[in-house]
């Protein structure tokens, strides 16, 4: 039987500045594992906790979380569901996918859903860290894995004439813009871009903006889906 949050929060106010986290799964033991891995950290504070989509939804009215740590696999509503209704009843809130699923099928249903990350559980720590600092600064997190697992299957089948990329749309963005793009698809932080190309940080997310701009998209998760499956990703030579 699934195991339920408590009904006393051990803390629902955080420092100023810090990172406001509710935490989703319906096991205890891994929700008190990762409050101690969080509330370790020096700007993050675990303001609550939820055993279900049904709980995480009232919770996170109640406490109006910066972040939401959320479990896909639970009784009642999953977490697919719960993301999906949590970003439209709290748009400000950040929803990041914590789960064992390493499956490109769940990937793009999280980020339909409006999740800004996908992380999995047996690299929940420092990368689950990582990942909460990014989906808040409002950036798209992708754990390595799942994201290369995407680009290999979604260029195999360019290879193989199952889809064909849409070169007109990209025509409209310059060689600069198609390398930052490559790159946010394929999960690096604009930090990681930046050292890549050799630019700042500032100057890549400068091209993110044009990029979103020239494509009508309005989300870096759009912009992921897109650069994923309508053809921003050409297979190299």
């Keep these: 039987m699934a195991a ?3 009904r ?3 803390s629902k106010d955080a420092p100023p500045g810090n990172i ?3 935490l989703v ?3 205890a033991v891994l929700r008190a594992g990762l409050r101690l891995l969080l509330n370790a950290e020096p700007d993050m504070t675990v303001v609550g906790e939820a055993a279900s989509g049904e709980e995480a939804l009232e919770k996170a009215r109640e406490l109006k979380p910066d972040v939401v740590v959320m479990d896909l696999s639970m009784p009642g509503m999953n977490g697919l569901e719960a993301t999906r209704r949590l970003r439209k009843q709290n748009p400000d809130t950040k929803v990041l996918v914590l789960t064992m699923h390493a499956n490109e099928e769940y990937l793009f249903q999280v980020l339909q859903a409006g999740g800004s990350g996908y992380v999995l ?5 420092q990368e689950l860290v ?4 990014a989906v808040h600064r409002g950036q798209t997190f992708l754990y390595p894995e799942v994201a290369h697992l995407l680009v290999r299957d979604y260029l195999q089948r360019v290879r193989e004439g199952t889809i064909a990329p849409e070169k007109a749309r990209l025509d409209v963005l310059t060689e600069r813009e198609r390398e930052v793009l490559k790159y946010i698809a394929e999960g690096y932080t604009t930090q990681e871009i930046a050292e890549k190309l050799f630019l700042s940080p500032k100057t890549v997310e400068t091209h993110r903006a044009h990029i979103m701009d020239k494509l009508d998209l309005h989300s870096r998760a759009e912009l992921v889906r897109y650069a994923l499956r309508r053809g921003i990703l050409i297979p190299e030579s």
């Design 20 to 22: 406001r986290i509710l």
């Design 130 to 133: 990582d990942a909460i600092r």
């Design 25 to 27: 799964d319906d096991h």
């Design 4 to 6: 339920h949050a408590p």
């Design 121 to 125: 559980k047996k690299a929940a720590d």
């Design 8 to 10: 006393s929060e051990a």
